[in-house]
């Protein structure tokens, strides 16, 4: 069985402009159809990526057998020996200890540094464009410094696309209660509360999606903007709710991957992920204004506790980073701010101040200054930069307040608390909607919108908080 007729388009006129190199394009006529594309996006992952292809080549090989299926590794200019490891990578003589099927056929493999500005959304759109000139039936995308994934990965991220015409797929993974704080009290109540699912990691990493979305997405013309360039998780996720794709989560069990320095990559993760967010509430306000209910997408796999990786945060160092924040911030705060909500964070910093650490931003006063900020940002009153590097403080407040709540909690307590945090966010959507319109924001394409470039992460950022991953 072979994978659906094309129906490909380039997403530019120039021919200089395209970002698959003319080999590949060429490597790609050669194959002609298939469908199946798994795209792994890489950068200097010489470590790792051997084990993903290696996992991904099992797991297509033994969940997909009867199905044509490319890997293809989409690298930014690794200098290192990415594109070599993943040449050499393979399941060898290790089939029958995976328990593949003798006669399932060894994917096709493609590697090669694309052409355009570097940056994940870069690697993505290569991959899509490799998807809708094969006329794929689905695709999927994992990290290329994985370290967890396993073959079973493949089928449930694939499986609800192949076999239950599911048009995305997003992740859930098993972490720690401390971890993924940038997901847990941004990205996912926001997420829900705009666009009515509970989509659990908006921004996970690891998605699929049917060769009609990888067409879809390939045509948009967001390629060349800052969204895309340094938001394409939560820009995929959004354009597939928004678009009325069935969408659906696959349990993938706990991820661990390279670690990251987190006073090099909270700032520029923070700008990238909220900034995004920000700019795709002000690109499809349209859409989310009437939503005033929310709905958990069907989720496949088995549910097990698993090991996660401990997350060691200091309440004391982040409460400092909010009082100090205060000091440097407070008259931008104050011109962002509702009144109540800046009544609210000058309790919190009396209180952080006295005591050194202690429960200062509650679930629905932090909601009111999300919002307020999510405002502010598309009403474009305060430069994108500044404003978003004022919210740190208060995002480092909030963090330490979770922390504080959940210290003694198991994993199921604390996961509870961010499912009530999330209700938080719905129930205070009313609010976004009045200030929305109170301040009469225009909706603007997202070409016109003012995400900040990663290269301008703010000091204060610098060992704040030990999280590896949004």
């Known amino acids: 069985m072979c994978g659906y007729a094309s129906n490909w388009v380039s997403t530019s006129d120039d021919p200089a402009a395209e970002v698959l190199p003319k080999e590949v394009r060429r490597r790609l006529d050669g194959i002609g159809t298939a469908d199946v594309l798994v795209g792994i996006p890489c950068f200097d992952n010489e470590a790792t990526i051997g084990g993903v292809v290696t996992a991904v080549e099992a797991g297509l090989r033994k969940h997909f057998p009867g199905l044509r299926s490319v890997i293809c590794a989409s690298d930014g200019g690794s ?119 509970r989509i659990r990691q908006p921004i996970g990493g690891e998605f699929a999606f049917s060769g009609d979305l990888a067409a879809y997405y390939a045509m948009q013309d967001v390629w ?118 800046m009544d609210g964070v000058e309790r919190g910093v009396s209180a952080a101040s006295d005591s050194g650490s202690g429960i200062v931003i509650q679930d629905e006063l932090w909601f009111t200054i999300v919002y307020d900020y999510l405002v502010a940002y598309n009403a474009r009153e305060v430069d994108a930069g500044p404003l978003l590097d004022s919210l740190i403080p208060l995002y480092f407040a909030r963090t330490a307040t979770f922390v504080e709540r959940t210290r003694d909690d198991t994993p199921e307590e604390a996961e509870a608390r961010v499912e009530e945090a999330v209700d938080a966010a719905v129930e205070r959507k009313p609010y976004l909607v009045e200030r929305w319109a109170d301040r009469q924001v225009p909706t603007r394409p997202l070409d016109e919108q003012p995400v900040p470039r990663p290269a301008e992460a703010p000091a204060e950022v610098e060992g704040a908080l030990a999280t590896k991953d949004p």
């Open 79 to 197: 200098g290192d020996r990415t594109r070599e490891v993943v040449l050499r990578a393979e399941v060898g003589d290790r089939a029958e200890e995976l328990l593949i099927p003798p006669e399932a056929p060894v994917p096709e493999k493609i590697v090669f540094e694309y052409h355009a500005r570097p940056g994940k959304g870069s690697a993505v759109r290569s991959i899509v464009e490799a998807a809708g000139r094969l006329g794929v039936r689905a695709c999927a995308i994992v990290d290329a410094d994985l370290r967890s994934i396993t073959p079973s990965w493949l089928e449930r991220l694939l499986a609800p696309v192949v076999h239950h015409g599911y048009g995305f797929v997003a992740p859930v993974y098993w972490r720690h209660k401390h971890d993924g704080t940038i997901t847990n009290s941004l990205a996912y109540p926001v997420t829900t509360a705009l666009y009515g699912a």
């Open 224 to 341: 060349g903007t800052e969204v895309a360039r340094f938001g394409i998780d939560i820009w995929m996720t959004t354009t597939a709710m928004v678009e009325g794709h069935r969408t659906c989560q696959a349990i993938l069990g706990a991820k661990l991957h390279d670690p990251k320095d987190p006073g090099r990559d909270l700032g520029p993760m923070f700008r990238q992920v909220v900034g995004s967010l920000f700019a795709l509430a002000g690109r499809y306000h349209d859409r989310w204004v009437g939503i005033d209910s929310v709905e958990t997408p069907p989720t496949f796999g088995f549910r097990a506790a698993v090991s996660a990786e401990p997350v060691e945060v200091s309440i004391p160092r982040l409460t400092w980073k909010f009082v100090d924040g205060y000091v440097r911030h407070h008259e931008l705060w104050r011109r962002v701010l509702s009144e109540g909500a």
